[in-house]
């Protein structure tokens, strides 16, 4: 089944300036120089982005020894992100993308007419997309499918 964002490979991530979980502002000046792993989920607390943002907590060393950067994204509330964050034990800044600017410039469009998307997206030290993969329902494969695909990459 081909990736329904594989348009965006090898293009720029776009321009973003969004508060994190310490509301701390994160733009593309930070992930510039570095890989980056960013992901959206849809929602705080919700069963399946809980297991999605835990299996990046779980792995979280394997990106951290490697010098990549991971974020998570939804549209929920720098509060809600607090939260959650310390609810699970999440080592990784989550980003509100509270307006869905970023989920827009990036043409992300809601799963099932409801839910925001649920995109894993690989970002090489240029800021360019070299890696995406989608999957509403698969939520633990987009840890291990970002790991691969970086690893399969020169890091250099």
């Known amino acids: 089944m081909a990736d329904s ?3 965006l490979l090898d293009t720029k991530f776009p321009d973003f300036s969004i508060y994190d979980d310490e509301e701390n502002l994160v733009s593309n000046n930070e992930i510039l120089g570095k890989w980056t792993v960013i992901f959206f989920y849809p929602k705080d607390e919700s069963p399946g982005c809980t297991l999605q943002s835990c299996s990046f907590r779980d792995r979280f060393e394997d ?6 950067l991971l974020y998570g994204v939804s549209s ?5 992100h607090k939260r959650f964050k310390k609810r699970y034990n999440l080592q990784y800044p989550l ?10 410039a990036l043409k992300l469009k809601k799963n099932f007419g409801i839910l925001n998307a649920r995109v894993t997206f690989v970002i090489n030290p240029k800021g360019v997309i070299t890696y995406t993969h989608t999957s509403q329902l698969g939520v633990t494969g ?4 970002a790991l691969k695909a970086i690893k399969s990459r020169s890091m250099a």
């Open 76 to 80: 929920d509330s720098i509060p809600s």
């Open 63 to 68: 990106f951290d020894k490697e010098g990549i």
């Open 142 to 145: 987009h840890v291990n499918k």
């Open 5 to 7: 964002h594989a348009y």
């Open 95 to 104: 980003l509100s993308d509270k307006d869905n600017a970023v989920s827009k």
